[in-house]
């Protein structure tokens, strides 16, 4: 049986607590202060408890109705910032020089794309992206160590690694002997991947500005770049659940360490 807490002075609870005892009392009468109530008035205030119900669930049904109502104009409204968002970036990229469009509609692109995650094996992607940037560099030397399979997209993840590894061969270009280590990890909660080189390096000071788009370190004359590379690995790693870091030291290279969700 259902009770309904309701303050005594309301008729709704008056009504609510005659009903009760009808109830409890088999039906034959209602009891009040004393009283025996005939047995025709107790369709009153069963009336009266219904219609009290009915009131009850209305008013709740109103409720979750506005609050669902409010719930879909705030989503249809942060679709509405993100699509103009994206608008902007593509005048953005309609207005900006030609040697900027290519890399800024790739982030766009890789901003807007569903993710299609599957197990992808590490390993074989290292293999090819060192396949694919050895003829480059054919003095550096490229270590691929152990790395654990991961859940994810495997062509933005391909993206990811090759524009780390290009990063890290073309900074210890100028090295001796150039040298690029590719490893992993596995986590309680994250599988980490890391490129090592030793090569130029940078002061931690400025690492915050190392993942931010059209932000250098160096400048044009002394390596090549505009400044997208890293940009694209943050984004590609955050929209694994991820976070990509970086460490480093002037003239003793830098470690680009990304963590994405270990597999479940």
């Known amino acids: 049986m259902v009770r309904l807490s309701l303050s005594p002075s309301c008729p709704v609870a008056v009504a609510t607590l005659e009903a009760t005892s009808f109830i409890d009392g088999g039906g034959a009468s209602l009891v009040k202060s004393g009283q025996a109530i005939p047995h025709e008035n107790n369709l009153n205030t069963w009336m009266v408890l219904l219609a009290a119900l009915a009131l009850a669930s209305t008013t709740a049904l109103v ?12 989503v249809a409204q942060l679709s509405a910032e993100l699509e103009g968002a994206h608008g902007q970036l593509d005048s953005l990229t309609h207005a900006i020089s030609g040697d900027l469009q290519a890399p800024l509609r790739e982030l766009n692109r890789i901003g807007r794309q569903a993710l299609q995650f599957e197990s992808v094996d590490m390993e074989a ?21 152990e790395l654990p399979p991961v859940k994810g997209d495997g062509p933005l993840l391909y993206i990811a690694l090759r524009n780390l590894v290009d990063n890290a061969l073309k900074f210890s270009a100028s090295a001796q ?3 690029i280590e590719i490893g992993g990890r596995v986590h309680d909660r994250d599988v980490e991947y890391w490129v090592r080189d030793n090569g130029t390096g940078f002061d931690m000071a400025n690492r915050h500005r190392l993942f931010e788009i059209f932000q250098r370190l160096h400048t044009a004359d002394e390596f090549a770049g505009i400044g997208t590379g890293l940009a694209m690995v943050r984004l590609i790693v955050e929209r694994h659940g991820g976070s990509a870091h970086a460490q480093g030291k ?5 470690t680009f360490t990304s963590l994405l969700p270990r597999p479940r």
């Not at 396949?131 to 490229?142: E, F, G, M, N, V």
């Not at 002037?250 to 830098?254: D, F, I, L, T, V």
């Open 177 to 179: 002997a150039p040298q």
């Open 250 to 254: 002037p003239g003793e290279g830098a």
């Open 63 to 74: 409720f979750v109705g506005r609050r669902c109502i409010a719930q879909g104009r705030r």
């Open 125 to 145: 992607l290292a293999r090819q992206v060192v396949d694919d940037l050895r003829p480059r560099y054919a003095a550096a030397t490229i270590t691929i160590g």
